[in-house]
């Protein structure tokens, strides 16, 4: 019939055909890009109310021999769907966690937390609590200034065994954030019900605070309920000077964004002097 020649001719509509052959050849790309070495972290700082470096954020790049240095964006989705962020978490937690081993023996860096993005299929995955305690033995990392960032998509899930996980890791020392909080789909309650340590507020309600008032009212609830259940409230995309005053004065405490640093590879860190950045 001409509406299954209409399907038919769709399932063949050569952009789509074209978008699905580039994802399976990033997929594959990827995959050897991983085995091959290609994977690297920068690290941004993340300051406290005199602009002093308190910890780090782990963010993972590609550096891929043609396209060259490739943001997360183009890849972990990608990754999530295919089953490959798995490797790609564990790489991104063995190195994160070495470096935090690294730092521990320089007493400039002793105290620096490191914070580490992991996807909610990486954590739901039923060896996650083994994987992450494994690398944190095998580096000689102090699960005490390991930072876990989760997004709120993982409340959709299992509460149970993501409060069990949590708590078993919390049990050894290990820290842990809820990343872009806000944008998602968390329920109060569930705040009270997870061992979390901090709320990061996602930075697209820090890029208009001074001229929405919507976006000021959202970024001063966050602080306050932050302040109310004892967490602590990180500002995330502090691009100006006016962005942090503002902030500050409505109680916001630990900041991170492009006016202190860019995430920048490990060399670039100025940790000693973090003004230098400003
Ligand atoms: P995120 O965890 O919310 O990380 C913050 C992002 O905001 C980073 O982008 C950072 O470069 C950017 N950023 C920081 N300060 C500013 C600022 O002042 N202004 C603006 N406009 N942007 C700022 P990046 O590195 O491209 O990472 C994007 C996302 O990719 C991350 O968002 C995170 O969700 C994901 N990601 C990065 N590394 C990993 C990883 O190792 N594992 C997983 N699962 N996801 C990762
Ligand atoms: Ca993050
Ligand atoms: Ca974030
Ligand atoms: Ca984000």
Redesign the pocket.
């Known amino acids: 019939s001409k509406s299954a020649g209409r399907n038919t001719m769709r399932f063949f509509d050569p952009t789509m055909q074209a978008l699905v052959a580039q994802r399976t050849a990033l997929e594959s790309d990827l995959r050897l890009g991983l085995q091959r070495g290609e994977l690297l972290l920068h690290y941004?700082p993340v300051v406290d109310a005199h602009s002093r470096v308190v910890g780090v954020?782990?963010?993972?790049r590609w550096q891929h021999p043609q396209r060259g240095l490739v943001?997360?964006?183009a890849f972990?989705s990608i990754a999530e769907q295919t089953g490959l962020?798995l490797a790609l978490?564990g790489w991104?937690l063995d190195a994160a966690c070495r470096q935090l081993a690294f730092w521990s023996h320089r007493s400039a860096t002793a105290a620096l937390t490191v914070a580490?993005?992991?996807?909610a299929r990486?954590f739901r995955h039923p060896e996650f609590v083994e994987q992450v305690m494994d690398t944190v033995r095998r580096t000689q990392a102090s699960p005490q200034l390991l930072r876990l960032?989760l997004t709120e998509s993982l409340l959709l899930g299992d509460t149970q065994d993501t409060v069990r996980k949590m708590g078993e890791l919390r049990e050894h020392g290990v820290q842990f954030s809820l990343?872009?909080f806000g944008t998602g789909y968390s329920s109060l309650s569930y705040l009270k019900l997870l061992p979390l340590e901090q709320l990061k507020i996602d930075?697209s309600f820090v890029r208009d605070v001074l001229t929405d008032p919507n976006d000021a009212a959202i970024a001063r609830t966050i602080l306050a309920l932050g302040q109310s259940l004892g967490l602590s409230v990180v500002a995330?995309?502090?691009?100006t000077a006016g962005q942090r005053d503002f902030l500050l004065q409505c109680g916001c405490t630990l900041f991170?964004?492009?006016l202190f640093s860019?995430?920048v590879p490990v060399e670039q860190l100025l940790l000693d002097d973090p003004a230098a950045h400003i």
């Open positions: 941004q954020e782990a963010l993972v943001p997360p964006n972990i962020i978490g991104v580490v993005n992991v996807s990486q960032e990343d872009d930075q995330e995309g502090v691009e991170q964004g492009y860019k995430p």
